[in-house]
């Protein structure tokens, strides 16, 4: 008797395979360009699904890889179709998380997702050419390397051993090897139990002959990354209030809410509760992210995680080289499971299919919003989406909270927990306001140090242990001016004066890289009085080097750490012990871990506190609380000296008494008061071109169409402290928008009225950088 339910079933299940393998006509196509996808034609026989990379000629002659989106049989309305040429990669390069994830990133962050593509994959990865012969030169080609392994007849142990007895005497190494490739732990072999050629210790003529007499294998194949699938860690042993975080941490995501933000004060020792967060989700074959907002911090962090993690750690960040990144991007697309990703936002466009955990390490830094080219994406927030989609738990770490993720703790939306102690011994550093007006008064100043901070770092030398010093500008001296006419040397192309770098002796734009001799002679009134005003890093480092000549000193900001060997070299020598004072920029002021480091110095504290910027208070709070973080940290108590104008400015009293709910609770007043984020959204467009009045036409043409739409909503338009760049005038346009309102309809709004613009003839070629969220 014929079963119909299971004969229709059976149907079903064919007609859905037969579905999955049909071939398409048509797809289209994402190209690394600010433009929508375009549809090409598949030839016959070529199998391809959504996410692969293809070749495709796109204009007259150029070739590009590009991203297959949608397979579809629908022939656009255009007389001719390109052909797609052909397939590049054996696996997609995308998964459907992946895919999705760009689609909201292009929609919300109001791009093309083809500026998503030219951001999210390695160069190399994507090649293009001219034609053919460029292309395929261009292609990302895998290192290769030697596997061995015993021949299939010699795999028996026993059969093996008695081989070895054999002809130990007559060839002893012989013997030696083939143990040692027998005995080869299983956790260092690739996927098919070969060992690299790279571990084995024998020159190349032995291993012929040990192929040619039948014993061995040797297999040229695609370089793998040893693996330690061990699943049992060494993980720190948690403090009882640590424990109760990670419970809390648990309890919540339990209850249904996937992101944590968790509180930390500086030293309270965060990074040991992510360790035993990550191990769990290790320990089950999962993949963790863990986000750092500054390139300069995963070397310090990749140590401390190797020591408990080994080999399954994947360093991602702009300062490796692009076939280091590709390599890694491959590898994981051919990943199993039991991966952690530490690096900077970039490696949110991993892919990580496994995923179960995303950690936000310093979630306020203002570093993991990509500001200078589109998607302007924030990468915090991209991170709580990335694990949503994937079904994972994302927990926000900081000692100072973005005021929006304190928000959205209070307002029940995250989950929260507050760690306010200190880990082991050590005891939060003592807070020090020192008057630089009072100081200059009583002669108790010496170049840039008020005499108070002077006496604190000669008594830490004494006692063997370091000094960090903050100065949050690079260079020698911001500007130099002539001391009779007023004059000072700008950029040609940017509105802004140069600053002196002495290492090169040169004058330097640090906007568009400009650069020019130092002046000896002013070139308006001829006299030789220049003086240098303000102080930089080199100033800095030069008169400490002068007062304590002694003391070994090192500068850290971006003019040394020009590449990833230079900046672990000074993070070595500090860490040693070998440099006693370190100068820097913000570069030292996050999440490093330094015992020996005993005084902080915080050089000027008023140019942080005076920046013409809502969020100004905020991360003032948030910069100077994490500098004098890094005093302190075992059981000797730091102190940290803040010299400053304003020593009664509330935002410093603040820090003095670490009391970030105060600062908090004041800013958010403020913004409801002001309807400021996180009350409302920002949109900013920034408008550049050459010609001013052109520029000014189309900003009040503008803002005259927003209006209609966004009524006083819309502020500006405004030229921005800095109004020319790169011999583009800037003009900006801000739009705010209150919680409530649907942000899908505003950028509709928005995206019409910029497209009318740019549509006039006259304003074809002014450029319109639209940056959602600004920060």
């Known amino acids: 008797m014929i079963n119909f339910p299971a004969l229709a079933e059976k149907m079903c299940r064919i007609n859905r395979t037969f579905g999955e393998i049909m071939s398409y006509l048509f797809a289209d196509i994402v190209l690394p360009l600010a433009q929508p996808a375009y549809c090409f034609s598949v030839p016959e026989g070529m199998e391809l699904q959504a996410g692969d990379a293809v070749s495709v000629q796109f204009g007259h002659r150029n070739i590009y890889t590009g991203i297959v989106w949608r397979l579809h049989n629908e022939r656009p309305d255009v007389k001719r179709i390109k052909s797609v040429g052909r397939r590049l990669y054996d696996r997609p390069l995308l998964d459907d998380k992946q895919r999705q994830m760009w689609e909201w990133m292009a929609d919300y962050y109001m791009c093309s997702i083809g500026e998503v593509m030219r951001m999210a994959l390695p160069s190399m990865i994507k090649p293009q050419g001219r034609d053919d012969e460029e292309f395929s030169a261009d292609e990302f080609r895998p290192r290769t390397e030697a596997y061995i392994s015993l021949s299939d007849e010699w795999q028996e142990r026993e059969r093996l051993e008695a081989e070895c007895e054999r002809i130990s005497r007559r060839a002893p190494r012989r013997s030696q090897i083939l143990r040692f490739l027998r005995d080869f732990p299983a956790t260092r072999r690739n996927t098919l139990g070969e060992i690299p050629r790279r571990l084995v210790e024998c020159d190349a003529t032995m291993l012929t002959a040990l192929r040619k007499a039948g014993y061995i294998t040797i297999n040229e194949r695609v370089r793998e990354v040893e693996r330690n699938e061990n699943v049992s860690f060494s993980l720190p042993t948690l403090t009882p209030l640590q424990q109760t975080i990670v419970e809390e941490i648990h309890s919540s995501q339990a209850k249904g809410k996937a992101t944590h933000l968790l509180h930390g004060i500086t030293g309270s020792g965060k990074t040991e509760i992510y360790m035993t967060l990550i191990g ?153 306001l020192s008057d630089t007006m009072r100081a200059v008064k009583r002669g108790e100043r010496k170049d840039h140090f008020n005499h108070i901070l002077l006496r604190h770092i000669e008594e830490a030398l004494s006692r063997k242990e370091q000094v960090m010093l903050f100065q949050n500008r690079r260079g020698f001296t911001p500007y130099i001016m002539c001391s009779s006419c007023g004059w000072s040397l700008r950029c040609p192309s940017c509105n802004v004066t140069l600053t002196q770098h002495r290492t090169n002796n040169r004058m330097e734009c640090h906007y568009c890289g400009y650069t020019a001799p130092v002046p000896q002679h002013c070139p308006q009134c001829e006299t030789a009085d220049l003086k240098p005003m303000g102080f930089g890093t080199e100033k800095v480092e ?142 900013r467009l920034t408008l550049r071109h050459e010609n001013v009045q052109l520029l000014r036409g189309a900003a009040t043409e503008l803002v005259e169409k927003l209006r209609k739409s966004f009524g006083s909503r819309i502020f500006g338009p405004v030229a921005p402290p800095i109004d020319r760049i790169r011999g583009l005038h800037i003009l900006q346009i801000m739009i705010k928008i209150e919680l409530g309102r649907s942000m899908a309809r505003a950028r509709q709004f928005l995206q019409n009225d910029i497209n009318n613009i740019v549509s006039q003839k006259e304003y074809k070629t002014v450029n319109i950088a639209i940056d959602v969220d600004a920060q």
């Open 280 to 432: 769990e989700v290790l320990a089950r074959g999962g993949d963790v992210l863990l986000l750092v907002p500054e390139i300069a911090l995963t070397s310090q962090l990749i140590q401390r995680m190797e020591s408990i993690f080994g080999s399954r750690i994947t360093a991602y960040h702009s300062k490796l080289t692009m076939l280091r990144r590709t390599e890694s991007y491959m590898r994981l697309l051919r990943s199993r499971g039991g991966e952690l990703i530490i690096g900077a936002r970039s490696a949110i466009f991993l892919p990580i299919h496994h995923l179960q955990l995303v950690i936000v390490d310093e979630e306020h830094d203002q570093s993991y919003k990509q500001s200078d080219t589109a998607p302007r994406y924030n990468g915090r927030d991209m991170a709580v989406l990335l694990a949503s989609l994937y079904g994972g738990n994302t927990l926000l770490g900081s000692a100072t909270p973005s005021l929006e993720s304190y928000a959205n703790a209070q307002a029940g939306k995250y989950g929260y927990s507050l760690l306010a102690e200190r880990y082991g011994e050590s005891q939060p550093p003592h807070v020090i």
């Open 542 to 683: 030069e008169a400490i080097a002068e007062i304590f000549p002694t003391a070994r000193v090192a500068r850290l900001d971006r003019d040394t750490s020009t590449s990833e060997s230079a900046y672990s070299r000074i993070i070595r020598d500090f860490e040693s012990g070998q440099t006693d004072i370190l100068v820097g920029t913000q570069m030292i002021t996050k999440g490093f871990d330094f015992g020996r480091v005993s005084v902080v110095g915080i050089l000027n504290a008023d140019n942080l506190l005076f920046s013409p910027d809502f969020r100004a208070s905020e991360r003032a709070f948030q910069l100077l609380m994490q500098v004098a973080g890094r005093a302190g940290r075992r059981e000797k108590e730091g102190v940290v000296i803040i010299q400053t104008s304003e020593p009664e400015n509330r935002v410093l009293k603040q820090v003095v008494q670490g009391d970030y709910e105060a600062m908090a609770r004041c800013e958010l007043q403020e913004r409801h008061a002001f309807g400021y984020p996180p009350y409302s959204r920002l949109i």
